[in-house]
């Protein structure tokens, strides 16, 4: 790959994958910004837990970007017990990318003023899902929320789940009012490159995959939040010394939150016209509240009278 040019352009709201085929090894890059804030500015969390969820919305798209299937989606989502969080759950489609938490207010109160990963999660899972729109396949790994961060939780999916020495390294700047900025790096070893040799050859080309680790290990955190920085560049910086770089195109990561109200009253207009009165307030309002981007959407109860009682 030749030296990238200087961009104007900013480099933020993108994943940039790549691939070293002489050394068996793949990778991803993902900047977040104003698609990360329109998420955050949704919830008043407190800082660290801002953090922690701008965290796994990077992993999410670190993760999700590497669908083939454009229908397709990915799921992350933490089962906590124990801990400060209740639930965490973060998807990617199509390049649609949202997120939320719940806590408990009492036990954050009582955390340190850091807390690490049990404290948030006490005896937590990772638990990592791709639905496959074209053939209707799901495939889920489970790992232990264990280590320091999320991206650490994330390299023991890949090495219990799918038995693929990775790398993840994200970097988060700003946040508490101010713009934030997130970016990730994902690195894998391909045990056999890509022509699909059984994955115990990671063991024989064992030394590729220290030499692109330790190439990749030298990224700093300024560099993933630098929203002037292209990605393709950071690509040049850490592997320019390899024979051959393929960049594999860019992806545009937007906030996508998929509470249609139409959809959500051809939802309800499907339940018996008993349960739709139970459902609603004094005034005839159905409250359906989306905990992704933390609106209520009101249906009026008469609005659905007529198309829920129509013969289907």
Known sequence: MPAPA????????????????????????VRLGPTLDAILAAHAY???????LAEALVLTALFG???????????????????????????????????????????????????????????GYL????????????YQGIVPLEGGSLAAAAEAYFAQSEQIPSLVRIAIAGGAGRPCVAGGMLVQHLPGGETGRDRLHARIDQGQW?????????????????????LETLVWRLFHDEDEVRLLGETAIGKGCRCDPAHIASVLARFPAEERAAMADADGIIGVDCAFCARTFPVPLASLAAAGDEPT
Do not use: N, W
């Not at 352009?9 to 890059?29: E, H, K, N, S, Y």
């Not at 759950?89 to 954050?108: E, H, K, N, S």
């Not at 638990?127 to 799901?138: L, N």
């Not at 990224?219 to 929203?227: F, H, Y």
């Open 210 to 230: 220290d030499h692109v680790a330790a190439l990749a290990g030298t990224i700093k955190a300024v560099e993933l939040t630098d929203p002037a920085l292209p």
């Open 127 to 138: 638990a990592i899902t791709f639905d496959q729109a074209v053939t209707g396949e799901r």
């Open 46 to 52: 407190p800082l660290r837990l801002e953090a922690l």
């Open 6 to 29: 200087a961009s104007p352009a900013t480099a933020i709201d993108l994943a940039l994958g790549f691939a070293i085929p002489g050394q068996d090894a793949r990778g991803r890059f």
């Open 65 to 123: 970007t590497t669908l083939k299937d454009e229908g397709g989606q990915m799921t992350l989502q933490a089962q906590t017990e124990g801990g400060v969080v209740d639930l965490l759950v973060c998807d990617y489609r199509a390049g649609a990318l949202r997120g939320y938490l719940q806590f408990d207010a009492d036990r954050f109160a009582e955390a340190p003023a850091d807390p690490s990963l049990f404290a948030l999660f006490g005896k």
